[in-house]
C-alpha cells in the first residue's frame, strides 16, 4: 500500500515555525470516584479562549492522544481556532494509566462526571460541551441518560452511543471471545503485533498473521483483529497518510476483556447493558426517558467497519422520538470509525461539520 503525502495544512501546533507560539499541554490529574487515577489534558493555544470548554473523550485501548495525530491540522487546531477552551480526558481506559479490567458502567459513574467536575473547577465555568469517540461515547452517554453529567450542554457522541450494531463476522468473533477467550486472558493488545508473550498472545499473533495481509503494519492488523473483522476495521487506509498510518503503532495498548464481554452482552441485546448493578445507574438504559437537557448530535462515517451507521440512527431516532428537532444526525460519507479524526483530509471533509454540531444552540 503506498500512502499519499500529509497536506501542507500548518496546523497550530506547527505554528512556532511561522513566528506565533505552538500550543502549551498542561496534565492535570483527577482521582476517579473508586480511587483509579486519571488525567485531563489542557491544550492552549497563543491567545486566550473566548468560548468555554470542551471536553474531548478517546475510545478504549488509546489515549488523549488519539485527537492529535501527526496529520496537518487537528480537530484540537480547529477547537483552539474557533476559540474553545480544550481539555482531553484520559479515563480508565487510556493506555496512559496503569492497565485496569474497566467496564463502561465504572466509566460511566466514577470517570466521567469528576472529570467534567473538575474542567469546570479548573476554568470557573458553570457548564461545558463533550465530544466523545467510541466507547468514551458508550460510557458518557451512560452517565448522561442517568443524570450524573447535568453540566453537559451539548454532546457531540461518535462511531456508538446507545445501540451498537457490528457487522455479522464481528457479532460472531464478539461472542467467541466474550465466552472463551476471556477466560484466558485480562487483556487484548495490539502491541502484541511488536511483541507477543509466549501462550495465548503469541496464538493471537499467527491468527493475525495467517488473516490480516492489508498491510505491513502490524500493530495495525492487529487493530482490525482486536476491534472488528474488517481488512482494515477502524480506517480506510486510503484516508491515512503515511505519518500517520506509522504513528499509530505507539497509539493502541491494552484493552480490558471484561469490556469486550459487555459489549457482546450489548450486542445480543440490541442496546447497552449495564453490568455492575451501580445504583447510580438504570438497569435498562432505554427503560425510562434520558435525565439530560443536553443536545446531542450522533456522528457516524458511513463506511465504519467496527460499528456499523446504523447504531448512531438507531440512537437518534430513539432520542428524536422523545424530543422533536433538538437533536441531531451527521453521517459522513467516505471515513469509517477512526478516520473521521485521523483522516489526511478531516480537516477539510470533516473538522467543520463537528464544529458546527458544537457550535449549535444549547
Known sequence: MTYPAAPDDRPASERASTGAPAP???????????????????????TPPSRGPVLLIHGAGVR???????????????????????WLENWRASIDLPPHPWTLDQAAVY????????????????????????QGSTSFMMAA????????????????????????LARAKLALAALCVRHLIDYMNPQWGRHAPAGIPRILDGIVRLTHHECDNAVCRHVSFTY????????????????????????????SMAFFHQMARSVRAGRLVCVEGHAELPRDVLQHPPRTDARIVF??????????????????????????????LLLVPGYGHLDVFLGRHAARDVFPQVLEALDGPD
Request: aromatic share 8%; glycine share 10%; net charge negative.
Open 111 to 134: 470517570d466521567h462526571p469528576v472529570a467534567v467536575r473538575r474542567v469546570l473547577e479548573e476554568t470557573g465555568a458553570d457548564h461545558l460541551k463533550v465530544l466523545a469517540h467510541c
Open 24 to 46: 502549551r499541554r498542561r496534565s492535570v490529574p483527577f482521582t476517579a470516584g473508586d480511587g483509579h487515577p486519571g488525567t485531563l489534558v489542557h491544550v492552549t493555544g497563543p
Open 145 to 168: 441518560v442517568a443524570g450524573l453529567v447535568p453540566q453537559v450542554t451539548t454532546i457531540v457522541s461518535n462511531a456508538v452511543s446507545l445501540h451498537p450494531v457490528i457487522p455479522g
Open 299 to 328: 456522528m457516524a462515517g458511513q463506511d465504519n467497519k467496527c460499528y456499523l451507521a446504523e447504531s448512531q440512527i438507531r440512537s437518534f431516532r430513539y432520542f428524536d422520538a422523545l424530543r422533536p428537532g433538538h437533536h441531531a
Open 228 to 255: 472488528g473483522a474488517g481488512f482494515p476495521t477502524l480506517w480506510s487506509h486510503e484516508n491515512l497518510d503515511a505519518a500517520t498510518h506509522a504513528w499509530i503503532s505507539g497509539e493502541f495498548g491494552p484493552c
Open 64 to 86: 488523549a492522544d488519539i485527537f492529535l495525530p501527526p496529520t496537518g491540522r487537528t480537530m484540537v487546531d480547529v477547537l483552539l481556532d474557533a476559540g474553545y477552551d480544550v
